[in-house]
């Protein structure tokens, strides 16, 4: 039986798309890189702002602050925590309360100041149960998975490389990219290690910037002025049962990531041979291995061999990534990646354009694991 | 005169945990067991996550379990591990099931194999705070 969150397959379009730029911006708040990226997106999309009747805001103090200063009473408004994995988890609520008629046209700002202003994530900043043993910090969550899964699978650090290598090269190809010198494997083997065996290359950045979507019916959508893009899969599923150890799955979040795999393929009616570029969280290098895993690409602890000889770069078996990421374009958790996943349907991605892309696909690998397949509306 | 060296962080002991810190003073390693279906779990919880019953004690366990996994802490993320790094941290899956974050005693886990057997040993802070760290089983 069709499950019933299937009736969402191609309800729902993105149509405008906006960020800031990327780096560090002391000379400005939240609010105002928020108020930028909604200003891009309302132009690309060609909407008139005061027609925006939903916002769900991110990062963000105060979501009502926000529609004061963006001119804004909508009639409906979800505030998300400042998570990394909350991008799609946004983007699935607001297509349902679209689909609901709880409003029409839906703004998703997500703002980040995490560069001007310093934040370490770990430490002090985020007190934990293993603070006396010196233990903090989702790099660390990470680098205990990797080396769990070199110990498992024989999964080697230069195989490792090939992600932060591929996708550093799609960042040099993106004019937004906070991070433009290509590196080597040679460079991500001599990093400099932070939690081993994690090393600098293998962390994504900390930077300011801002990003917003808007998404409406497919019905409006007709009368905006980009083709619409359409959110033809969705797929969710937690995992909560060790959240005293933050961002941490013995298992690399497999089985999660193979129910969100089935629920989105399902849903858009393709699977991963059909996948003309990957969108893939990539907080901590690992994470992509894992998510190839778990969606399907290659088999469990087959993602070292999967990615070597340059698989992810455009140009490769699966472009992922194309943006530069948040390992090396820009710390937007998510957000910026489902901007770029629009951009490459849409055909605007200059020197990092998939050819042809009729199938792109986001996929955060997370304690609350999400993916979004979109295609040409 | 020595300037005191900056404190560690502690652990955040409360009404649901102290029953834990109480046993590893005393030399005990437990986990929290539902008095009602037996279910074992770690850190501690208000209630039992498998059936809701509030009936909960700290249970001792065997000591026991394998390196699941570990990290080499070469950032400082405190000022109190400043002088340490770079330090071991462990992820040690107990024979009952619960896994726990420690720091591995007597040998670098560069040495060892994931899956190895360890076996838990105390150390005391202070007067009022003993930490469960693990080392090779057998090692004494
Ligand atoms: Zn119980």
């Keep these: 039986m069709t499950p019933a969150f299937h009736r969402l397959k191609d309800r729902i379009a993105v149509v405008g798309v906006g960020n800031t730029a990327y780096g560090n911006f002391p000379h400005t708040d939240d609010y105002g890189l928020g108020a930028e990226a909604f200003r891009r997106a309302v132009e690309d999309c060609g909407l008139d702002k005061n027609q925006v009747d939903g916002l769900g805001v991110c990062r963000l103090p105060y979501y009502a602050r926000m529609g004061e200063i963006l001119g804004l009473n909508p009639r409906w408004t979800v505030q998300f925590p400042a998570h990394g994995r909350m991008s799609a988890m946004a983007i699935i609520e607001a297509a349902a309360a679209l689909e609901a008629g709880l409003c029409d046209y839906a703004a998703l700002i997500y703002a980040n100041i995490g560069r001007s202003r310093r934040v370490n994530y770990g430490g002090e900043e985020s007190p934990g149960v293993w603070d006396p043993y010196g233990y903090t910090s989702p790099g660390a969550a990470h680098a205990l998975m990797f080396q769990r899964h070199m110990a498992l699978y024989g999964t080697t650090t230069r195989q490792l490389a090939e992600v932060s290598v591929a996708i550093r090269h799609h960042a040099c190809l993106n004019p937004d990219a906070v991070m433009k010198q290509p590196i ?50 969705i797929g969710a599923r937690e995992a909560y049962t060790n959240a005293s150890l933050p961002n941490f799955d013995r298992n690399f979040w497999y089985d999660e990531v193979r129910d969100v795999a089935d629920q989105a393929y399902g849903m858009a009616g393709v699977g991963p041979g059909d996948v003309d570029a990957l969108m893939c969280y990539d907080n901590f290098s690992p994470t992509v291995l894992f998510s190839l895993e778990g969606l399907g690409f290659c088999k469990q602890g087959e993602s070292g061999g999967f990615v070597e000889g340059g698989t992810l770069r455009l140009g490769g078996r699966l472009p992922t990534n194309t943006d530069g990421g948040h390992l090396s374009n820009s710390y937007m958790q998510g957000w910026a990646l489902n901007v770029e996943a629009v951009r490459q349907i849409r055909g605007e991605c200059g020197a990092r354009q998939v050819p042809d892309a009729q199938v792109v696909q986001f996929a955060a690998t997370t304690p609350c694991s999400r993916s979004i397949i979109y295609t040409p509306g | 005169m020595h300037d005191t060296p900056p404190a560690k962080p502690r652990p955040m002991i409360d009404a649901t945990n102290r029953g834990f810190w109480d046993a590893a003073r005393a030399g005990t390693l437990t986990v929290q067991r539902c008095d009602d279906c037996g279910h074992s779990h770690y850190p501690g919880s208000p209630v039992c996550p498998n059936c809701l019953s509030s009936r909960q004690s700290w249970a001792p366990v065997s000591g026991r379990g394998e390196l699941l996994s570990w990290v080499r802490f070469h950032r400082a993320y405190w000022d109190g591990f400043r002088e340490e790094v770079p330090y071991n941290v462990i992820l040690v899956g107990l024979e009952e099931g619960p896994m726990m974050i420690s720091n591995l005693l007597g040998a670098e886990p560069e040495s060892l194999q994931v899956g190895e057997a360890l076996e838990v040993v105390f150390e005391a802070v202070d007067d009022t705070l003993t930490l469960p760290k693990f080392r090779p089983a057998g090692a004494a």
């Design chain 1, 184 to 233: 080597t494997i040679e460079d991500h083997e001599a990093a400099r290690p932070i939690t081993a065996p994690l090393r600098l290359l293998d962390y994504c950045l900390i930077n300011d910037g801002a990003v917003c979507l808007i998404l409406t019916t497919k019905e409006r959508a007709r009368d905006l002025r980009k083709r619409p893009v359409m959110i033809s899969g």
